[in-house]
Nanobody, 129 residues
Framework: QVQLVESGGGSVQGGGSLRLSCAVS????????LGWFRQAPGKEREGVAF??????????GYGDSVRGRFTISQDTAGSTVYLQMNSLKPEDTAMYYC????????????????????WGQGTQVTVSS
């Protein structure tokens, strides 16, 4: 069973940066998509970024609200996925979750929380003005 453990959250002033990590274990080799999502109190879960990989191919993408500020990446072993967050704004405040699905996804479907099978417990990010 796939396990996901997020870390790296915290409190930061607006304009600052944080890097979130997601340790991934228990996955089978082959196609997969790892996504970062966030959820603020009283709001729906929002797709932030994704990275999809399959033999000889890789794809990443971002939600409109973070494009140009956030960057998703993974280590060469594929065991850790990162979310580098720069130019943080108070509206980025939320619980951030890492998620996995064992298929290669792209476009809007990769930012849909409904397609993911496995979720971490989340890490809190708080941005003050």
């Amino acid at each position: 069973q796939v396990q996901l453990v997020e870390s790296g959250g915290g409190s930061v002033q607006g304009g600052g940066s944080l890097r979130l990590s997601c340790a991934v274990s228990g996955y089978a080799d082959g196609s997969r998509t790892l996504g970062w999502f966030r959820q603020a109190p009283g709001k729906e879960r929002e797709g932030v970024a994704f990275i999809s990989t399959r033999l000889g191919d890789s794809l990443s993408g971002y939600g409109d609200s973070v494009r140009g500020r956030f960057t998703i990446s993974q280590d060469t072993a594929g065991s850790t996925v990162y979310l580098q967050m720069n130019s943080l704004k108070p509206e980025d405040t939320a619980m951030y979750y890492c998620a996995h699905v064992g298929t290669f996804r792209g476009g809007s479907s990769a930012l849909d929380p409904g397609v993911y099978d496995n979720w971490g417990q989340g890490t809190q990010v708080t941005v003050s003005s």
